[in-house]
Each structure stands twice: as structure tokens, then as C-alpha cells.
């Protein structure tokens, strides 16, 4: 959890299972505190806080990690890092949407980074109306969602081959994404389980909702 708009944030009940661990990120941890929600780290440098609210960030998490201002990771990347270091199936960021763009994408770059060096994990910025991901080359299989019912690819730093779509609106065959191109954009599951599969590349994945 970051700090970000908290209007644009899922409703954390939906996030929560018997084995979610909560880790949060700057402000973040605080508002996971407010939720009653015990952090298991609260990691960052803590300059969004003043000494009350960090004091209750402490009292209300398993650890505080607190680092310099001066540093080379965000906040937010310092967290991801802690996530991965407990060996999860999926790590899930939220509180990154909603606000300053240059947070934004900062953590999607910082997801992207920890995707490729973590394939065996499943990494996505999730909020209230969509959910992004990064496919590596190969079958992924996307589960028709009632919830982000509009699905579009887009090539992430490299262009995208061999990719074939089957169980959406608009399938393809031997289809190429190319960076700057938009041609993929608000695609339907139709079958209850789709696939999509390339051969090369990075490809995001984005599930939106209107409402």
C-alpha cells in the first residue's frame, strides 16, 4: 500500500485472504493503520508524515523500516523489495493511481524491473478500475472478469511478436504489438477463459472498467 489518492483504491476486504500480508509504504502504512490493519513492515523514508502520525505508524506495525531522504529507490520500490524478500505467489500494489503522474509511472517502471527479475511471481497495480500486469512471452491465461470486463496489450519498451489472441472479441493470429501503438486497446473477453500467447517481448496488460 502507498500513499496515493485513497479515492481510487479497492476496498481492502477484497484483497485480504489467510495468507495477505500487508506491507506499507511511506503513508501508506498509516492508512493501513486507520483501516485496522496491522502492517508486517512499514517501509520508508516517513517525510509525507509528521511525528504523531509516525509514531502511530510505529505502535501499529510489526516493524518500521526508515530510511534516509537522500536514496535511490522510492518508497514505494523499497516495499516491493520487502514483499519479495517472503518469497509470495503474488505481490499486489496499490495507492500509486489516482494522483501525480510521476509517481505513477515510476511504479509501473519499478513493477516492470521486478517482473522480469521475478518471473515465478505475479506482480500487478491494482485500484478501483483497473489492473496492470506485464506478460512475459509464452500462454498466459486471463479469467473472463465481470469486474475489468475491457482488456487491452500494449508493448512495454520492445515491440511484441507472434502474438495470437484466442477467446476475445478480436482475436489475432501472428499478431505484432509495437511500442506507440494503440491498435490493441479496449479488448472483450468472450470465452470464461481466455489466452493470450507471443513469442518475444514484454507485453502489458491493462483490465479496465467504466464504472
Given at each position: 500500500m502507498a500513499g496515493g489518492p485513497g479515492s481510487v483504491i479497492p476496498p481492502l476486504g477484497r484483497l485480504s485472504g489467510p495468507d495477505t500480508v500487508f506491507i506499507g509504504a511511506d503513508r501508506g502504512a498509516l492508512r493501513?493503520?486507520?483501516?485496522?490493519i496491522r502492517p508486517a513492515a512499514a517501509v520508508g523514508d516517513f517525510d509525507s508524515v509528521n511525528k504523531?502520525?509516525?509514531d502511530e505508524i510505529r505502535s501499529g506495525s510489526d516493524r518500521l523500516i526508515r530510511v534516509p531522504v537522500e536514496k535511490n529507490e522510492t518508497d514505494t520500490e523499497l516495499a516491493l523489495l520487502e514483499a519479495v524478500a517472503g518469497s509470495p505467489r503474488t505481490v499486489t500494489l496499490t495507492g500509486v493511481t489516482g494522483g501525480r503522474l510521476d509517481h505513477a509511472e515510476s511504479a509501473m517502471h519499478a513493477v516492470f524491473r521486478m517482473q522480469r527479475?521475478?518471473?515465478?511471481?505475479?506482480?500487478?497495480?491494482?485500484?478501483r478500475y483497473n489492473e496492470l500486469s506485464f506478460l512475459h512471452p509464452g500462454e498466459t491465461k486471463i479469467t473472463k472478469s465481470d469486474q475489468f470486463p475491457y482488456v487491452s496489450f500494449f508493448a512495454f519498451s520492445e515491440k511484441v511478436?507472434?502474438?495470437v489472441l484466442d477467446g476475445f472479441r478480436y482475436e489475432l493470429q501472428d499478431g505484432l504489438i509495437l511500442p506507440g501503438t494503440t491498435l490493441y486497446t479496449s479488448n472483450e473477453a468472450i470465452s470464461e477463459v481466455c489466452t493470450i500467447s507471443f513469442q518475444t517481448g514484454i507485453c502489458l496488460m491493462i483490465r479496465s472498467t467504466d464504472a
Open positions: 493501513l493503520v486507520r483501516q485496522g504523531e502520525e509516525l527479475a521475478h518471473p515465478g511471481i505475479r506482480f500487478r497495480i491494482l485500484d511478436e507472434g502474438v
